[in-house]
């Protein structure tokens, strides 16, 4: 069964670098292959990782939706949908990606993402991990659409807005009662220690902090010149950081 691990946080807040140097280090470490999922409408992994997409599952979706006679004779709705999402995976050595894109027009989706769901259920089998890159609402977690989750990470600025969506992801997921085992935080970009009064407000969420990881002059000047963060040089600090990460978790026995 494939390790889940699912990036939270709020826009801007660094979950897609995070991701990106999350499937280096797992990769790195033996864990491949591994399923890299852009649920960010915003879909900037690919980019990050160096993947060319054909096709988002959005794009596939609507295309279904607005031609739903386009299901070939002799193959069910279900079967078709399969098999697309499975076209719609682009391969790089070590690391798959699937991107879910925007889901554009009216109308209910809730037959093809539960199909989605479930095909995703299936296909997590022939990974060793699967890393989720979620929007800032979740809403990719509160329609279940990623199943069972073994590790989120919440990435915050280390400041007093870093702590309060803290604490809101907490409640969303609490209140969903989302399938999610450890919970971390993620400090990004941190330089320096937490002040007490902030390291209170923090703890107030009830999550540990696992990892700080420290503004990356490498990181900018890869991101400007739209070079994938997997080429990052190995005296990267904010590689070292996510490693540092990955080591914990293998510690904790949750890889």
């Known amino acids: 069964m494939a390790l889940r691990i699912a990036i939270a946080g709020k826009g801007g807040s660094g979950k897609t670098t995070l991701s990106a140097l999350l499937c280096r280090c797992l990769v790195e470490r033996g864990i491949k292959p591994l399923l890299a999922v852009d649920a960010d409408p915003n879909s900037c992994l690919p980019e990050r990782l160096g993947i060319t997409v054909r096709q988002t599952i959005g794009e596939m979706r609507e295309e279904l939706r607005q031609d739903p006679e386009s299901v070939p004779a002799g193959v069910s709705k279900r079967e078709w949908i399969e098999q ?17 894109g925007r889901q554009e027009g009216p109308g209910c989706y809730c037959y093809i993402n539960s199909v989605l ?46 702590a309060r969506t803290a604490a809101r992801i907490v409640d969303i997921k609490n209140q969903l009662g989302l399938e ?31 990892a700080a990881v420290p503004t990356d002059p ?38």
Do not use: W
């Not at 699967?130 to 329609?143: F, Q, T």
């Not at 970009?189 to 007490?196: A, E, V």
């Not at 600090?237 to 990955?246: D, E, P, T, Y």
């Open 180 to 210: 999610v085992g450890a919970v971390f935080l993620v400090l990004n970009p941190c330089d320096q220690p937490l002040g007490p009064d902030l390291a209170a407000l923090f703890a107030q969420s009830g999550l540990e902090i696992i």
């Open 84 to 100: 697309l999402i499975h076209e719609d995976i682009a391969e790089a050595p070590g690391v798959d990606m699937l991107v879910m």
């Open 218 to 255: 490498h990181v900018s000047a890869f991101d400007v010149a739209g070079r994938p963060l997997l080429e990052l040089p190995a005296d990267s600090q904010a590689l070292s950081a996510v490693r540092g990460l990955v080591n914990d978790l293998a510690e904790r026995r949750l890889l």
């Open 117 to 162: 769901r479930e095909y995703l259920g299936k296909i997590g089998g022939q990974y060793r991990g699967v890393v989720i890159d979620n929007e800032a609402g979740l809403e990719h977690l509160s329609r279940r659409t990623n199943g069972q989750v073994e590790v989120m990470l919440v990435v915050c600025p280390p400041n007093v807005i870093g």
